[in-house]
């Protein structure tokens, strides 16, 4: 079974630019979350889906960050300008939306972005 | 936001040797997950706990859902060099309905002297 795919792994931009993330979950999952994750710290959930919904989008700065999951499938993640605090990995996980399994988190290896 | 206390928040052992790390909270958990991350690359799931009192065990790692439903524990037997990395406990509040929203620990940094 593939697991979640994210592209690009790196990125490099100046701040005021903007940059786009992809992720695409494990086929199945209905749930997709999006993380930042500051070096030396957890995951902080910055956006969670189910399907093509949002269900909690409270920790997302929403003056530069947007996310969309339009099908229900893949995702993105847009930061629109980007700050020099925004330098982190983004973590897109997926999981079933289903009891006993519902919990457990799969997360793809993750977009390690800098900003200069 | 409210995070786990997880403890050690570093450890550094001789390979062969027995390591235990623990997360605590103030709340009571219906989930427990343990991951762990390698650098470069996202959190992998090790165990998932369900009910006050499990003991789930995967190869050389063994993980407890404490009774008071607060704590966890996740014990790696005769480690070895590629358990090197961060360990990171989650949780999951009980009343969460459609939000799988995790509350995450600091990590444990683990390392191993060949």
Known sequence: EAGVAQSPRYKIIEKRQSVAFWCNPISGHATLYWYQQILGQGPKLLIQFQNNGVVDDSQLPKDRFSAERLKGVDSTLKIQPAKLEDSAVYLCASSLNSLGGAYEQYFGPGTRLTVT | ?114
């Open chain 2, 1 to 114: 936001g409210q995070q786990l206390n997880q403890s050690p928040q570093s450890m550094f052992i001789q390979e062969g040797e027995d390591v235990s790390m623990n997360c605590t909270s103030s709340s009571i958990f219906n989930t427990w997950l343990w991951y762990k991350q390698d650098p470069g690359e996202g959190p992998v799931l090790l165990i998932a706990l369900y009910k006050a009192g499990e003991l789930t065990s995967n190869g050389r790692l063994t993980a407890q859902f404490g009774i008071t439903r607060k704590d966890s524990f996740l014990n790696i037997s005769a480690s070895i060099p590629s358990d090197v990395g961060i360990y990171f406990c989650a949780g999951q509040l009980p009343n969460a309905g459609n939000n799988r929203k995790l509350i995450w620990g600091l990590g444990t940094s683990l390392g191993v002297n060949p």
